[in-house]
């Protein structure tokens, strides 16, 4: 089947079984052009908590399907490819948080949405990259931040408060591992272009930024600004919205780092294939999900 087939066949399913196709900016193009909403991790939550479909397929890695699922019980949460995880959410276990816990008792434990369910469960309150430095400042009674398990975006959001901020030493090897020098390199070969960058970057990439947010910031700063050249510091997947909301705007990405393997696991072919067989469901079992999803509405009230 071509892609236009499978598109159409897909968007059939999707009204046959009352579904919905919500998918990252960092999915495959093919996939963004068919989805029922496409956003970054705080949109994609607050999209799965309001909707009314029965059926929610995800085009984004294994934490956001459980995100869905703990924010909606009752619907069917779909990951077409349950190997699409997140190396981020792998950087911490149940029990090293536990171990941080009892070594910082006064800590409020800040708790990156690339997460497994379980330590959102043993978390005070979420955050996303869009929100996390407002977060942080919500949290009044609290002096000390254990933030997990984005060592990068906490040392990030250190520049906004004096509170305490606890890095885990986590990261995202995509976002982690991109260096000072290829900035430098294609900052000589545009000398024009601005430089963006996701906070998951590491802080001498981020210290070169003109502009630092999440995915969704980056692009209505790619939008509204009078820059013709920007260089992109987070997934290429971007790239998909960014040339067709700017066609006149020229993108550079800065590094091979820049892709995301899981997030590419997802295809038109496996998302027809889940929406005939309704499988692979994420469910997360009810004792996670009740302390999971304390932690995600705290976050959620604050706008
Ligand atoms: P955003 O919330 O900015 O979309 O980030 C999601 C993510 O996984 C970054 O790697």
């Given at each position: 089947?071509?892609?236009?087939?499978?598109?159409?066949?897909?968007?059939?399913?999707?009204?046959?079984?009352?579904?919905?196709?919500?998918?990252?900016?960092?999915?495959?193009?093919?996939?963004?052009?068919?989805?029922?909403?496409?956003?970054?991790?705080?949109?994609?939550?607050?999209?799965?908590?309001?909707?009314?479909?029965?059926?929610?397929?995800?085009?984004?890695?294994?934490?956001?399907?459980?995100?869905?699922?703990?924010?909606?019980?009752?619907?069917?949460?779909?990951?077409?490819?349950?190997?699409?995880?997140?190396?981020?959410?792998?950087?911490?276990t149940p029990g090293a948080l536990e171990k941080a816990r009892q070594r910082y008792p006064d800590a409020a434990v800040v708790t990156y949405i690339n997460s497994s369910a379980e330590i959102k469960a043993h978390s005070d309150i979420c955050c996303t990259s869009s929100n996390a430095v407002k977060v942080v400042?919500?949290?009044?009674?609290?002096?000390?931040?254990?933030?997990?398990?984005?060592?990068?975006?906490?040392?990030?959001?250190?520049?906004?408060?004096?509170?305490?901020?606890?890095?885990?030493?986590?990261?995202?090897?995509?976002?982690?591992?991109?260096?000072?020098?290829?900035?430098?390199?294609?900052?000589?070969?545009?000398?024009?272009?601005?430089?963006?960058?996701?906070?998951?970057?590491?802080?001498?990439?981020?210290?070169?930024?003109?502009?630092?947010?999440?995915?969704?910031?980056?692009?209505?700063?790619?939008?509204?600004?009078?820059?013709?050249?920007?260089?992109?510091?987070?997934?290429?997947?971007?790239?998909?919205?960014?040339?067709?909301?700017?066609?006149?705007?020229?993108?550079?990405?800065?590094?091979?780092?820049?892709?995301?393997?899981?997030?590419?696991?997802?295809?038109?072919?496996?998302?027809?294939?889940?929406?005939?067989?309704?499988?692979?469901?994420?469910?997360?079992?009810?004792?996670?999900?009740?302390?999971?999803?304390?932690?995600?509405?705290?976050?959620?009230?604050?706008?």
């Open positions: 089947m071509n892609r236009s087939d499978l598109q159409s066949e897909i968007r059939d399913l999707l009204r046959e079984r009352n579904g919905i196709l919500l998918a990252h900016y960092y999915q495959r193009e093919e996939v963004q052009e068919i989805a029922d909403f496409l956003g970054d991790s705080l949109a994609l939550s607050i999209e799965a908590a309001q909707t009314e479909a029965e059926v929610i397929v995800f085009a984004g890695v294994h934490f956001m399907a459980e995100s869905a699922s703990i924010l909606c019980p009752d619907k069917t949460v779909l990951l077409p490819h349950l190997d699409a995880g997140c190396p981020l959410a792998d950087k911490i400042k919500s949290l009044q009674d609290s002096r000390q931040i254990l933030m997990i398990p984005d060592g990068n975006l906490a040392r990030y959001v250190a520049r906004f408060t004096d509170k305490e901020i606890i890095p885990w030493d986590g990261y995202c090897p995509f976002h982690h591992f991109v260096q000072p020098e290829e900035i430098a390199r294609a900052k000589a070969e545009h000398p024009d272009a601005l430089f963006i960058a996701h906070p998951e970057c590491n802080a001498a990439v981020v210290e070169m930024a003109d502009f630092v947010g999440s995915t969704s910031a980056m692009i209505e700063f790619c939008r509204t600004t009078e820059a013709k050249e920007i260089i992109v510091g987070t997934e290429i997947g971007i790239m998909t919205p960014l040339k067709k909301q700017n066609p006149e705007k020229i993108f550079i990405s800065p590094s091979e780092h820049l892709v995301c393997q899981t997030m590419k696991m997802i295809t038109l072919e496996n998302i027809l294939k889940s929406l005939k067989t309704m499988k692979p469901v994420v469910k997360v079992p009810e004792a996670i999900r009740i302390p999971a999803k304390r932690a995600l509405d705290r976050m959620l009230a604050i706008r």
